[in-house]
Protein backbone atom coordinates (compact mmCIF):
# COMPACT_ATOMS: atom_id res chain seq x y z
CA UNK A 1 0.00 0.00 0.00
CA UNK A 2 0.81 3.74 -0.55
CA UNK A 3 3.10 4.63 2.79
CA UNK A 4 4.69 8.32 2.90
CA UNK A 5 7.71 8.16 5.36
CA UNK A 6 9.49 10.97 7.38
CA UNK A 7 12.39 11.71 8.84
CA UNK A 8 13.31 11.95 11.80
CA UNK A 9 10.76 10.67 14.34
CA UNK A 10 12.04 13.27 16.50
CA UNK A 11 14.22 16.35 16.24
CA UNK A 12 15.43 18.71 19.32
CA UNK A 13 17.29 21.99 18.36
CA UNK A 14 18.40 24.68 20.25
CA UNK A 15 16.52 28.22 19.47
CA UNK A 16 18.14 29.84 16.48
CA UNK A 17 19.33 26.55 14.74
CA UNK A 18 17.84 25.14 12.10
CA UNK A 19 15.38 22.40 10.94
CA UNK A 20 14.67 20.14 8.17
CA UNK A 21 12.07 17.18 8.17
CA UNK A 22 12.17 14.87 4.79
CA UNK A 23 9.18 13.36 3.24
CA UNK A 24 9.57 10.16 1.08
CA UNK A 25 6.93 8.38 -0.77
CA UNK A 26 6.56 4.99 -1.94
CA UNK A 27 5.07 5.66 -5.12
CA UNK A 28 4.96 9.27 -7.26
CA UNK A 29 2.51 12.01 -5.77
CA UNK A 30 0.70 14.12 -8.04
CA UNK A 31 0.99 16.76 -5.51
CA UNK A 32 2.11 17.36 -1.85
CA UNK A 33 0.81 19.23 1.06
CA UNK A 34 2.38 20.09 4.41
CA UNK A 35 0.46 20.71 7.68
CA UNK A 36 1.74 21.54 10.98
CA UNK A 37 0.05 20.57 14.08
CA UNK A 38 0.41 21.60 17.60
CA UNK A 39 0.32 19.66 21.07
CA UNK A 40 -3.13 18.74 21.31
CA UNK A 41 -4.39 20.71 18.30
CA UNK A 42 -5.65 19.89 15.15
CA UNK A 43 -3.29 19.90 11.67
CA UNK A 44 -3.34 23.10 10.14
CA UNK A 45 -2.35 23.04 6.48
CA UNK A 46 0.79 25.04 5.48
CA UNK A 47 1.37 24.70 2.11
CA UNK A 48 0.98 22.71 -1.16
CA UNK A 49 3.44 21.92 -3.72
CA UNK A 50 2.16 21.13 -7.52
CA UNK A 51 5.07 21.01 -9.50
CA UNK A 52 7.76 18.80 -10.06
CA UNK A 53 11.26 21.04 -8.42
CA UNK A 54 8.94 23.15 -6.68
CA UNK A 55 10.21 25.48 -4.10
CA UNK A 56 8.15 27.62 -1.78
CA UNK A 57 9.14 29.81 1.01
CA UNK A 58 7.09 31.23 3.66
CA UNK A 59 9.04 33.92 6.25
CA UNK A 60 11.45 31.04 7.83
CA UNK A 61 10.26 28.25 5.98
CA UNK A 62 11.03 26.49 2.85
CA UNK A 63 9.66 23.97 0.93
CA UNK A 64 10.67 21.82 -2.06
CA UNK A 65 8.76 19.07 -4.02
CA UNK A 66 11.56 16.91 -5.77
CA UNK A 67 12.11 16.27 -9.03
CA UNK A 68 10.96 12.78 -8.96
CA UNK A 69 7.79 14.09 -6.89
CA UNK A 70 7.98 10.88 -4.40
CA UNK A 71 10.15 13.43 -1.71
CA UNK A 72 9.80 16.72 -0.43
CA UNK A 73 11.39 19.02 2.76
CA UNK A 74 10.43 21.48 4.95
CA UNK A 75 13.54 23.20 6.50
CA UNK A 76 12.76 25.87 8.76
CA UNK A 77 15.40 28.88 9.12
CA UNK A 78 16.48 29.87 12.92
CA UNK A 79 13.81 27.68 15.01
CA UNK A 80 11.86 30.09 17.48
CA UNK A 81 9.92 28.45 20.14
CA UNK A 82 6.56 29.05 18.26
CA UNK A 83 7.80 26.45 15.85
CA UNK A 84 7.15 23.85 18.26
CA UNK A 85 5.01 21.17 16.57
CA UNK A 86 4.35 18.17 14.30
CA UNK A 87 4.83 18.59 10.77
CA UNK A 88 3.27 16.71 8.44
CA UNK A 89 3.62 16.24 5.05
CA UNK A 90 0.77 15.02 3.03
CA UNK A 91 0.96 13.02 -0.50
CA UNK A 92 -2.12 13.28 -3.11
CA UNK A 93 -2.16 9.97 -4.70
CA UNK A 94 -5.17 8.16 -6.37
CA UNK A 95 -7.68 10.20 -4.74
CA UNK A 96 -6.58 11.05 -1.57
CA UNK A 97 -4.16 12.20 0.83
CA UNK A 98 -1.62 10.12 2.34
CA UNK A 99 -0.43 11.98 5.74
CA UNK A 100 3.31 10.95 6.58
CA UNK A 101 4.24 9.71 9.77
CA UNK A 102 5.52 12.86 11.17
CA UNK A 103 8.38 14.76 12.93
CA UNK A 104 7.99 15.91 16.29
CA UNK A 105 10.04 19.60 16.34
CA UNK A 106 10.73 20.44 20.43
CA UNK A 107 12.76 23.96 20.17
CA UNK A 108 14.79 24.35 23.43
CA UNK A 109 14.95 28.32 24.43
CA UNK B 1 -12.05 32.78 8.71
CA UNK B 2 -13.84 29.79 8.41
CA UNK B 3 -13.99 26.79 10.88
CA UNK B 4 -15.26 23.22 10.73
CA UNK B 5 -17.04 22.93 13.91
CA UNK B 6 -16.63 19.40 15.58
CA UNK B 7 -18.71 17.94 18.33
CA UNK B 8 -18.65 16.63 21.33
CA UNK B 9 -14.73 17.28 21.97
CA UNK B 10 -14.45 14.04 24.21
CA UNK B 11 -16.53 11.27 24.01
CA UNK B 12 -16.91 8.52 26.73
CA UNK B 13 -18.50 5.03 25.23
CA UNK B 14 -18.32 1.71 26.49
CA UNK B 15 -17.17 -1.00 24.43
CA UNK B 16 -19.99 -2.44 21.67
CA UNK B 17 -21.89 1.30 22.01
CA UNK B 18 -22.56 3.13 19.30
CA UNK B 19 -21.43 6.93 18.76
CA UNK B 20 -21.75 9.46 16.88
CA UNK B 21 -19.12 12.23 15.59
CA UNK B 22 -20.58 14.99 14.57
CA UNK B 23 -19.11 17.73 12.38
CA UNK B 24 -20.10 21.03 10.37
CA UNK B 25 -18.04 21.10 7.54
CA UNK B 26 -17.11 25.08 5.89
CA UNK B 27 -20.42 26.25 4.39
CA UNK B 28 -18.82 26.54 0.48
CA UNK B 29 -16.74 23.28 0.55
CA UNK B 30 -17.57 20.47 -1.84
CA UNK B 31 -15.58 17.77 -0.31
CA UNK B 32 -15.39 16.19 3.18
CA UNK B 33 -13.29 13.59 5.10
CA UNK B 34 -12.52 11.60 8.33
CA UNK B 35 -9.47 11.00 9.95
CA UNK B 36 -8.16 9.45 12.63
CA UNK B 37 -4.80 9.98 15.04
CA UNK B 38 -4.19 7.53 17.79
CA UNK B 39 -2.42 9.32 20.80
CA UNK B 40 1.08 10.01 19.14
CA UNK B 41 0.94 8.28 15.81
CA UNK B 42 0.01 9.96 12.21
CA UNK B 43 -3.04 11.10 10.67
CA UNK B 44 -4.63 8.06 9.09
CA UNK B 45 -7.53 8.39 6.01
CA UNK B 46 -10.63 6.93 7.40
CA UNK B 47 -12.80 8.27 3.96
CA UNK B 48 -13.74 11.03 1.50
CA UNK B 49 -17.57 12.20 0.78
CA UNK B 50 -18.91 14.29 -2.04
CA UNK B 51 -22.06 14.63 -3.81
CA UNK B 52 -23.42 13.11 -0.97
CA UNK B 53 -21.60 9.92 -1.14
CA UNK B 54 -18.60 8.43 0.11
CA UNK B 55 -15.55 8.68 -2.68
CA UNK B 56 -13.08 6.71 -1.35
CA UNK B 57 -12.69 4.92 2.09
CA UNK B 58 -9.53 3.02 3.42
CA UNK B 59 -9.15 -0.38 4.88
CA UNK B 60 -10.32 1.15 8.39
CA UNK B 61 -13.28 2.14 7.45
CA UNK B 62 -15.51 -0.99 7.77
CA UNK B 63 -18.53 -2.10 8.40
CA UNK B 64 -18.63 -0.61 11.45
CA UNK B 65 -18.10 2.80 10.74
CA UNK B 66 -20.42 4.71 7.70
CA UNK B 67 -21.25 8.45 7.31
CA UNK B 68 -23.75 10.36 6.51
CA UNK B 69 -24.71 14.39 5.63
CA UNK B 70 -28.40 14.08 6.82
CA UNK B 71 -29.05 18.10 6.00
CA UNK B 72 -27.10 20.61 4.34
CA UNK B 73 -24.78 21.68 7.28
CA UNK B 74 -24.34 18.48 9.45
CA UNK B 75 -21.45 15.41 8.35
CA UNK B 76 -21.58 12.77 10.65
CA UNK B 77 -19.39 9.78 11.43
CA UNK B 78 -20.73 6.73 13.39
CA UNK B 79 -19.55 4.04 14.89
CA UNK B 80 -22.08 0.96 15.45
CA UNK B 81 -20.33 -1.30 18.11
CA UNK B 82 -17.64 0.19 19.32
CA UNK B 83 -13.99 -1.40 19.93
CA UNK B 84 -11.54 -0.43 22.57
CA UNK B 85 -8.58 -0.07 19.31
CA UNK B 86 -11.22 2.68 18.24
CA UNK B 87 -10.24 5.56 20.80
CA UNK B 88 -8.52 8.22 19.00
CA UNK B 89 -8.52 11.57 18.09
CA UNK B 90 -11.32 11.72 15.39
CA UNK B 91 -10.89 14.93 12.89
CA UNK B 92 -12.90 16.33 10.28
CA UNK B 93 -11.71 18.02 7.12
CA UNK B 94 -13.19 19.71 4.51
CA UNK B 95 -11.95 21.71 1.33
CA UNK B 96 -13.29 23.52 -1.73
CA UNK B 97 -11.80 20.91 -4.13
CA UNK B 98 -10.79 17.60 -4.16
CA UNK B 99 -6.72 18.24 -4.72
CA UNK B 100 -6.62 21.77 -2.56
CA UNK B 101 -5.05 24.27 -3.57
CA UNK B 102 -5.96 25.66 -0.38
CA UNK B 103 -5.51 22.51 1.59
CA UNK B 104 -8.16 20.72 3.93
CA UNK B 105 -9.31 22.77 6.66
CA UNK B 106 -9.19 21.02 9.82
CA UNK B 107 -11.60 20.73 13.15
CA UNK B 108 -10.46 20.97 16.50
CA UNK B 109 -11.35 16.67 16.51
CA UNK B 110 -13.19 15.00 19.31
CA UNK B 111 -11.16 12.51 21.51
CA UNK B 112 -13.34 9.02 21.75
CA UNK B 113 -12.59 7.06 24.61
CA UNK B 114 -13.91 3.55 24.14
CA UNK B 115 -13.47 1.67 28.10
Known amino acids: GQQVMQIPQYQHVQEGEDFTTYCNSS?????IQWYKQRPGGHPVFLIQ?????EVKKQKRLTFQFGEAKKNSSLHITATQTTDVGTYFC?????????FGTGTSLTVIP | EPEVTQTPSHQVTQMGQEVILRCVPI?????FYWYRQILGQKVEFLVS????????KSEIFDDQFSVERPDGSNFTLKIRSTKLEDSAMYFC?????????????FGSGTRLTVV
Open chain 1, 49 to 53: LVKSG
Open chain 2, 93 to 105: ASSGTGKGPYGYT
Open chain 2, 27 to 31: SNHLY
Open chain 1, 27 to 31: TTLSN
Open chain 1, 90 to 98: AGFTGNQFY
Open chain 2, 49 to 56: FYNNEISE
